[in-house]
């Protein structure tokens, strides 16, 4: 880029900024290198906790349009910040450039620029709006607005914006993750919505090739690198036939490239058109570009080729060894057999550390078994499979999960709505052994068997599962994040959802700021709660719990009198709340949370897991006076239905897990740094990957 165009591309002035729907809309005007006048464009971004970087949706705008047309008529704002993804909406044109006729029609010059560059007096000066957008633009978002993403980018845009977004996508692949339009102008010559601009703009005729989108499409042969193209178009649209849809599906058609026409019936041009499925075309962009932004950050392996020279053979691999507790984990060389029927063996891609493999470590898990090979919160690939298993393959992505589903017919937990708890393998599985009752794990120098730990054992560089403790994933997602998807935060967010069931406008207090409770804080949110408490003896986590929706935070320490007393009369209603949750393990605190419920109604969910020995206790009169004790496993999903739906949401951006990923590490050896990091306070989940 040329020194003015960097210039211009830093320099800016803000117009207006506006909460809107989650989020925040900004307007801004800044002189632009490419066109040689003032622009002005509209820049959308999500609330985020961890102001993490965001995917950016480009719209360009239809024929006479302004930015904010797009903004008060499209209603996209919401289903930007339900996918977490940015926006960026541009003018349609230069203005005020001061060329004879630029406001005589609003087919061609002001509203009209078609994102073309012209070459033809007049115009050929200021308009160049495919320059501005693919170059100025860009610039201009690297410098003022980091957040948004330039390498996770989509476009999308209305009639002419339509077009636009169509060519820039088709000319900038590699730019480019994902496209879609709404009644677009298909053709690009001397007929049709785009006639005048034709005339006006280009001095050689040969030039319309570069910006029809039917003639850019048939000329990619094929190669162009998107899985689909999303065009809606109103079948009642006033300009339909000059729009020729069925040219760009004949295009399509021809180099075999994906494109997906939906005729929307009795729709015409207008917004009210836009507004009706721009939902569906931001969660279109959404799915792509996370999954891009994803595979910007994930683990470093070769998914598309699966080694199975050691199918039916032992594997000698590393793997962190608890042989005491209250000791460190040993760095030991081990032998992992091969599955047997209805067993997986994977490759351990990472792992997140979690409070329940420190607290077995330190011996106060009542079921803890030693020597075993702690962790469960990951992310596998396949390596093979034993006899008779069918919902998985060599290659496929799973996420271990220590609550199996056996989805038998048999099986009344499984067919339950009310539970998760299948029981299928709970007894060999609590003895830290496979359903068979032995161990796939022996110590490569002894000789000697390891016990497996909730069924997962993941220290450890390769494991073996049950089949039904496999959920399979979207091999888009991104294991170093989506492993914490098999505990810790899933438990949060389940209790909030599956268990305790909160509605929007209730009141909630959560105990506990780790993971666990955030997720708690997090899911209550998107639950609509009205007030979300956040209760910790460490202060430095408020600030966070604030930013995924916590409206108040409180330190028990800053009080000489039980703390449940303070919270009651610090409640909306004076009576306490209407869902409390535990996120400690500890009892004291289960019975404060409890304490604190509403009284008539309110309910107090146990999350986190006592030392060995505790129990819980409460006057009989706080039940009697309408208080509820309830607790959840793997908040209430059902692994190997519901874990993939998480991910899913992942992946379209609607469900936000990376702000919880605070420390990475490399490496089955680095488990022990984990585990110090894990105990220091400032770590939410440390992922080691391997």
């Known amino acids: 880029m040329e020194p003015a165009a960097k210039k211009a591309a830093t320099a800016y002035e803000t117009l207006s900024v506006r909460k809107v729907a989650g989020g925040t809309l900004t307007r801004v005007k800044h002189a632009s290198a490419a066109t040689l006048t003032d622009m002005v464009m509209s820049v959308f971004l999500p609330d985020d906790a961890s102001d993490a970087v965001v995917p950016t949706l480009f719209y ?16 996209a704002f919401l289903h ?16 005020g450039a001061n060329i004879e006729g630029e406001d005589a029609s609003w087919e061609v010059g002001t509203g009209a620029g078609f994102y073309l560059d012209a070459t033809k007096e007049p115009w050929s000066k200021n308009y160049r709006m495919y320059t501005y957008i693919t170059q100025e633009v860009f610039e201009f978002l690297k410098a003022n607005f980091p957040r948004l993403s330039t390498d996770s980018v989509g476009f999308t845009g209305h009639s002419m914006g339509g077009m636009g977004a169509l060519t820039i996508a088709f000319k900038n ?5 994902s496209v879609s339009a709404i009644a677009p102008i298909c053709k690009f010559g001397p007929s049709g919505l785009s006639e005048k601009a034709f005339a006006a703009y280009l001095a050689d005729a040969s030039e319309a090739a570069q910006y029809d989108a039917c003639e850019l499409l048939k000329g990619s042969g094929g190669k162009l690198p998107f899985d689909d193209i999303l065009v809606d178009q109103g079948d009642s649209d006033e300009f339909l036939e000059k729009l020729a849809p069925q040219s760009l ?3 399509a058609q021809e180099v075999g490239q994906k494109l997906t026409l939906r005729m929307q019936k009795g729709f015409d041009h207008s917004y009210y058109f836009v507004s009706s499925f721009m939902g569906d075309h931001v969660a279109f962009h959404a799915k792509r570009l996370h999954a891009k932004l994803q595979n910007a950050t994930r683990c470093v392996v070769d998914t598309a080729v699966v080694d199975t020279s050691m199918t039916g053979k032992p594997i000698n691999c590393k793997a962190m060894v608890a042989f005491r507790a209250k000791e460190p984990l040993t760095l030991t060389d081990i032998v992992v057999a091969p599955p047997k029927a209805g067993e997986v063996r994977c490759k351990v891609i990472a792992n997140a550390l979690c409070h329940t493999d420190v607290y077995t470590l330190s011996g106060q898990d009542p079921e803890g078994l030693f020597p075993s090979i702690l962790g469960h919160e990951a992310g596998c690939i396949v390596e093979s499979v034993g006899e008779g ?5 060599p290659g496929d992505h799973v996420i271990p999960c220590y609550t199996p589903q056996c989805c038998s017919p048999q099986c009344m937990f499984c067919q339950s709505p009310k539970t998760n708890l299948c029981p299928k393998i709970r007894g060999t599985q609590g003895k830290g052994l496979m359903p068979d009752g032995t161990s796939r794990f022996t110590d490569a120098k002894t000789g000697e068997p390891i016990f497996h730990f909730m069924g997962c054992s993941t220290f450890a560089e390769y494991t073996v599962l049950a089949e039904i403790s496999c959920a399979k994933i979207d091999k888009a997602a991104n294991l170093s994040e989506v492993c914490l998807l098999g505990c810790g935060v899933a438990t949060g967010l389940g209790a909030v959802w599956n268990n305790a069931k909160v509605e929007a406008g209730s009141t909630v207090c959560v105990f506990g700021l780790g993971a666990v409770g955030l997720s708690v804080v997090q899911g209550a949110k998107e639950a609509g709660a009205s007030a979300i408490f956040a209760v910790d003896i460490n ?7 604030r930013k995924l929706g916590a409206t108040s935070c409180v330190n028990p320490k800053d009080y000489d009198r039980p703390i449940q007393q303070v919270l009651v009369e610090m409640s909306p209603s004076g009576y306490g709340f209407d869902y409390t949750f535990d996120a400690t393990g500890s009892v004291a605190v289960m019975r404060s949370a409890l304490e604190c ?15 060995s020995g505790h129990e819980i206790s409460t006057r009989p009169f706080q039940l009697v006076t309408g208080r509820r ?11 190997r239905t519901d874990v993939p739906k998480l991910v899913e949401r992942t992946l379209d951006g609607s469900l936000e897990i990376r702000h919880y990923v605070t420390h990475r590490l490399k490496g089955v050896a680095a488990t022990n740094q984990a585990v110090d990091i894990l105990h220091d306070g400032e770590c939410l989940r440390c992922v080691v990957e391997y």
Do not use: Y
């Not at 692949?173 to 993750?177: A, F, K, L, S």
């Open 629 to 639: 004790w309830l607790g959840t496993a793997f908040g209430g999903w059902k692994s």
């Open 80 to 95: 930007a910040t339900k996918h977490n993804i940015g926006l960026v909406i541009p003018d349609t044109s230069p203005r």
């Open 60 to 75: 360009l705008s239809g024929l006479t349009c302004t930015d904010e047309n797009f903004s008060m008529k499209a209603g």
């Open 173 to 177: 692949p590699q730019v480019v993750t």
């Open 249 to 251: 599906v004949a295009a």
């Open 597 to 611: 419920a509403h009284r008539g109604w309110g309910q107090s969910c146990v999350i986190g897991v006592a030392p």
């Open 539 to 545: 202060p430095s986590k408020f600030d966070f719990a």
């Open 389 to 393: 298993v069918t919902s998985v393959k």
